[in-house]
């Protein structure tokens, strides 16, 4: 498939069927991912892989981690994402410089669409979530990051229910100018 052809394919997608999700395949896939640009080379990326057993670790770890008062409504609120077979959690490390911050989240975003379609060249779907409590102290310790480090996205995957139709985009024809001098 060309590459076009599997960027204009790519859909978020959040209902998955029973079939496994190869971890492996997924690092794999990671490996070419990470030659997305990246300013200087400083590479800001981790991966965080919650499979079918991590995922129920972690949420026991962090509901037991928050008051017995939250729980169900954060079980609730984790189980709208945790329903993919595997989540995987795009982590960065925090820059001092806000230009160099700024950046890598740029670099982030490059690596995460790398991945994406790589995934859909393959038949796998995702969707990319931020969800609010991806900036939780607690959510953010069980995951065992450390205080300089941010998720830029937790992505959902699996193999797709149903097949969803990509939405479609206004023209990037419409959002450009061509840049001319005024003599010509
Ligand atoms: C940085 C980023 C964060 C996103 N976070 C969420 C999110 O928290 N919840 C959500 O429903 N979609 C999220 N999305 C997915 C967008 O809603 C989705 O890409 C958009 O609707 C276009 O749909 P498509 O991906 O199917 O083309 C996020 C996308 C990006 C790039």
Do not use: C
Request: no cysteine; glycine share 2%; hydrophobic share 40%.
């Amino acid at each position: 498939m060309k590459l076009e052809d599997i960027m204009i394919k790519r859909v978020s997608h959040a209902k998955f069927n029973e079939k496994e999700v190869d971890v492996e395949f997924l690092i794999q896939l990671l490996e070419s991912a990470v030659y997305a640009p990246n300013h200087k080379m400083r590479e800001p990326w981790r991966f965080i892989i919650l499979d079918s057993l991590g995922k129920i670790q972690f949420l026991k770890d962090y509901l037991e981690s928050i008051p017995k008062e939250d729980r169900e409504s954060t079980q609730t609120l984790l189980n709208k994402l945790f329903i993919a077979p595997i989540i995987l959690v795009m982590v960065m490390k925090k820059e001092p410089n806000i230009r160099d911050e700024k950046e890598d989240l740029l670099a982030m975003g490059a690596l995460t669409q790398n991945f994406l379609l790589l995934l859909t060249s393959y038949g796998i779907s995702s969707f990319w979530k931020t969800p609010n409590y991806i900036d939780d102290d607690l959510f953010k310790t069980t995951l065992r990051l450390s205080t300089d480090e941010i998720v830029t996205g937790m992505i959902m995957i699996g193999y797709p229910l149903v097949k969803l139709n990509p939405k479609t985009r206004k023209q990037a024809r419409s959002k450009t100018s061509i840049y001319r001098s005024n003599d010509l």
